[in-house]
């Protein structure tokens, strides 16, 4: 099975505007203006440069249009420096602020990594194909030493940024995976709730690793319900 990718190229409506949160290019948040409760999305990746929020502008109109209020967030990407891209999602969310109201906190693959890390301890969190057990990973060798190269050494040197080996925060916690990923397989979310069992994982047969953020996928739904349920 080859993963499809199309939702990284699609053209989508940008946002209804762009706010900083710092003083560096990529501290800067999207936002899409709905009536609902705010979803914050986290991008994927691999922590790497070259994948930025743009890939998210499907998702987040979608979202929109189901009556979320929506921020697409970037952060630095800079190999070896995995503190700049986590202190920059925790500066965004703040940013956001209580003005925004109930937030669920929505990451995809390395992003969910940091939405799993990073979010404020009573925000609802939202993780979809997350790279939840960064050492399982690295045994794994997904992206070809993707972990190694944002942490800039081995995992065991940095457990405190390894969600797996952290105690979750006080809000609730879903996973959502796709059983045939290829690209973080569903048993890296499996360790993830091995470990932390008051934490859900839903899998979604069949599934690949990029239709949880396609809205013209059949994963959709699921990620819908599971958001919907996590705002209640």
Known sequence: MSEDRSVLERDAPGPDETVGYGPAPDQVSDLWHGPGPTVALVHGGFWRPEYDRVHLRPMANALREAGWNVAAIEYRREPGRP????????AALAALGPASGPMVVAGHSAGGHLALLASPREAAVLALAPVADLRLAHRLDLDEGAVADFLGRPPDERPDLDPVRLRPGAGRVT??????????????????????????????????????????????????????????
């Open 83 to 90: 503190d700049a891209a986590v202190e920059d999602v925790r």
């Open 175 to 232: 996973l959502v995976h796709g059983t045939d990923d290829e690209r973080v397989p569903v048993e890296v979310s499996e360790s993830y709730v091995a470990v932390h069992p008051e934490v859900s994982l839903v899998r979604i047969p069949d599934a690949g690793h990029f239709v949880v953020i396609d809205p013209e996928s059949e994963a959709w739904p699921v990620v819908l319900r599971e958001l919907a349920a996590l705002a209640r």
